[in-house]
C-alpha cells in the first residue's frame, strides 16, 4: 500500500493532493493543516473529483498518528505571501512551525522520507532533519530542483532545442546563494563555449532569462506551484519505485558539513549518491558562501527564530 502525508495545503500542498488522487500514485493519503476548514472542503473535493475515476485514494485528515506507516510525507506549510515582502520573510515564521510540527511527527513513529518544498528551503530541510532525528538521506529538500529547470530552459530556448537536451545544475541556496554551474552545462554533450545549433550562448542572459521565469511567474499569480508540483511527482514516483532521479536537492553534505543545494541521485531510500561533479574554484567557493549563508540561518532557528538586531 502507498501512503503519503502532505502537511500544508496551500498553493501547491492542495494542486498535489490533487495530482496524486487524479494520477493513481497513491492508496492512502493523509491531509494536514492548520486550517480546519481548508481540508474539510479539500477532501469533499478530492472525493468529488474520485466519481471520474476507477481508482480509488481513501483520503484521512488531521492526524498525525496516521503518518506512522506512510512512505513520503510532504511538508508544504508556511506563507508564501510573505515573499512579496522580502525572500527570507518566512525563516523565523516556518521554524516556529517546525517546532509545533516536528514532535507530533516523530510521536507518529513516522520513518519514511520527508521531502521538503517549504522555505527557506536549505535552512528548513536542515532544521526538519534535526527536530525529526531522522537519518539525513531520509530528509530532503526540493532545493535548486525549481532553478536548474528554469536554466536548462533558458539555455534551451536561447539554442531552439527542447530542454530535455541540456544537463547541468544549479547549486546553493533557492533564495539566496545560487550558483548556476556553467562548468556543469552540456547542450547533448557539449559545453556552452561552443556554438550551439548556430547560436552561441551567454551566460549573463541566460540568468537573467532564468530568474525573470520565476518573476513573471510570481508577478502574475502570486505564487508558483505547477512546477514544484511536476517535480515532486516525479521524485515521489522515483522513491516509490525502482528508478534513480537525478536532481539538485537541498541534502546534508559532509564537504561543507550542512545542508546546501547539491546534485545528487534520489531513490527508494532517497538520498542516493552525490553527484561530485568538477566546479570551476569560483563556483566551488561560492558553494561554501551558500553553505555558510544556510548555517546562519540554521543557526537562528535553532535559537528560537531570535536575531541579533
Ligand atoms: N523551494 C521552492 O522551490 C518553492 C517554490 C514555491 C513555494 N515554496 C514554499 O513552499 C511553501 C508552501 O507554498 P504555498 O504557495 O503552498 O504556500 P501557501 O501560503 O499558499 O500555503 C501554506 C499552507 O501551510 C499551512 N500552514 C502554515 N503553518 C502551518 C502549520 N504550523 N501546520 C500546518 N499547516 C500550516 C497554511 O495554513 C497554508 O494552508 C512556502 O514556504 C513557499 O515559500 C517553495
New binding site residues.
Partial sequence: MRKIGI????????LLAHDLVATDKVDQLVL????DE?VVGLKADLENAQTALSTRTEIILQDYAALKNADILVT????????EKQQMA?LT??G??VR??APQVKQSGFDGIVLN???P?EA?TAYLQQQLALPTKQVI???????TARMRQAVAKAAELSSQNVSGFVYGQ??GEKIFAWSTVTVNGQDLDKSINGHHLDQNQLRITADLDNWYTFKGLG???S??VTWILQMISTILGNGELSASVAIYQPRYSGYVSFPTLLNRNGQGHPLLLNLYPVEEAAVKTAANAIQQQLTILQQGGKTND
Avoid: C, M, P
Avoid at 502537511?7 to 492542495?14: A, D, M, W
Avoid at 494536514?32 to 486550517?35: A, G, L, P, S, V
Fill in positions: 502537511i500544508g495545503l496551500g498553493h501547491i500542498g492542495r494536514i493543516d492548520q486550517n481548508l508544504a506549510f508556511g506563507d508564501s505571501s510573505l515573499l518566512e515564521r516556518n516556529k512551525a509545533e510540527i518544498i517549504s522555505d528551503n528548513i529538500g526540493i532545493g535548486t530542483t525549481i532553478d533557492h533564495n505564487y508558483n506551484a512546477a514544484v
